[in-house]
């Protein structure tokens, strides 16, 4: 079994930072490509940052500049770092990770539960 847990939401004001973590626990071979995804009420999921297991990045126009995606691979934890935040990034922010886990089954998405981020003007 895979979870992935992610932890950081909260409220902040506008202009503020949070750092968002994302760690996979459970029977894992090794934790491949993990981003984080948001989605507003109202709009459809969009994905916010990626990054593939050899450290290649790619964020959202509307967060370039502003957030920092990176990985422990350690810890099988991705995070990412907001700063600037706008009440526009308001949103629930789901982290993916493609995982291989322990046995004979090659990569697999998984998907947190999502944090709530809240961005007050």
């Known amino acids: 079994q895979v979870q992935l847990v992610e932890s950081g939401g909260g409220l902040v004001q506008a202009g503020g930072s949070l750092r968002l973590s994302c760690a996979a626990s459970?029977?894992?071979?090794?934790?491949?490509?993990m981003g984080w995804y948001r989605q507003a009420p109202g709009k459809q999921r969009e994905l916010v940052a990626h990054?593939?297991?050899?450290?290649?990045?790619n964020y959202a126009d509307s967060v370039k500049g502003r957030f920092t995606i990176s990985r422990d691979n350690a810890k099988n934890t991705v995070y990412l770092q907001m700063n600037s935040l706008k009440p526009e990034d308001t949103a629930v922010y789901y982290c993916?990770?493609?995982?291989?886990?322990?046995?004979?089954?090659?990569?697999?998405?998984?998907w947190g539960k999502g944090t709530l981020v809240t961005v007050s003007s």
């Open positions: 993916n990770a493609k995982v291989r886990p322990v046995g004979p089954i090659n990569l697999m998405d998984y």
């Open positions: 459970g029977s894992i071979f090794s934790t491949n490509a």
């Open positions: 990054i593939t297991g050899g450290g290649s990045i």
